[in-house]
């Protein structure tokens, strides 16, 4: 009954280099949804994913992010060129198809940092 | 509404004790809240949650609150132990759309 899995855990890279971050949602959810938070700071959503599909990316920056849920696999949040504003925790949540469920569970995050 | 980037309002009460903590929310068209804990270095935990047909939904220890005439929302925690000690969130979900507008967030200390 594993919850939604995050990898890396830590993830340290230099200005201009690549991050990929990873997560597998809950068993049977196929909804997922990246946020990212800066330190004493609340949760700011970034992508909402379906398998295969985006269907609300308005948090995005438009430059150097990118994100995917492909039909098998993890969803995975791709910085490019990352720059030391990147530094943050990235959290992915799921949750279930029945749009009546509507909580959404959260993995225990990603914190890059950008030197 | 969204977090501003300000210190965390803190929250101390000693052990046992009951707490509350409160949450203004933004958008009137909100249909949808939760109260999220998240400890030090790990993600958020659900606690409960309630849609806004309800005023009032009770879990284990905790109890929410919903006033949509002033947008406001609470979280009770009964008889506080000392691992509840973290920062709470409020998040709203606006109707029609799936993603979560998370408030600024309230450090909880426990004193024993």
């Known amino acids: 009954n594993a919850g939604v899995m995050q990898n ?6 230099r200005r201009g280099q690549e991050a990929r971050l990873r997560c597998s949602p809950m068993k049977g959810h196929s909804h997922v949804y990246w946020y990212r938070q800066l330190p004493e700071e609340g949760l ?11 269907i609300d990316e308005s ?3 438009k430059e150097r992010f990118s994100a995917e849920f492909p039909k098998e696999g993890p969803s995975i949040l791709r910085i490019q060129q990352v720059v030391r504003g990147d530094s943050a925790a990235y959290f992915c949540a799921s949750s279930p198809p029945d749009r009546a469920r509507e909580t959404q569970y959260f993995g225990p995050g990603t914190r890059l940092l950008v030197l | 509404g ?4 300000l210190h965390l309002p803190t929250l101390s009460v000693q052990e046992g004790d009951n707490s509350i903590i409160n949450c203004a929310y933004s958008n009137s068209a909100s249909d949808y809240f939760i109260w ?3 400890e030090s270095g790990k993600g958020p935990q659900f606690i409960i949650d309630i849609r806004s ?3 009032k939904r009770q879990g284990q220890r905790v109890t929410v609150l919903l006033n949509k ?3 406001h929302l609470s979280l009770q925690i009964a008889a506080t132990q000392p691992g509840d000690s973290a920062v709470y969130f409020c998040a709203e979900k606006i109707k029609g ?16």
């Not at chain 2, 969204?2 to 980037?5: A, D, F, H, L, P």
């Open chain 1, 44 to 54: 700011k959503f970034m992508v909402y994913l379906q398998k295969e599909n985006i």
């Open chain 2, 97 to 112: 759309a799936q993603k979560l507008v998370f408030g600024q967030g309230t450090r909880l200390t426990i004193n024993p």
């Open chain 1, 8 to 13: 890396p855990r830590h993830l340290v890279r």
């Open chain 2, 2 to 5: 969204e977090s501003v980037g």
């Open chain 2, 69 to 71: 005439t002033v947008k």
């Open chain 2, 36 to 38: 999220y804990k998240q």
């Open chain 2, 53 to 55: 047909n309800m005023d």
């Open chain 1, 59 to 61: 948090g995005m920056p």
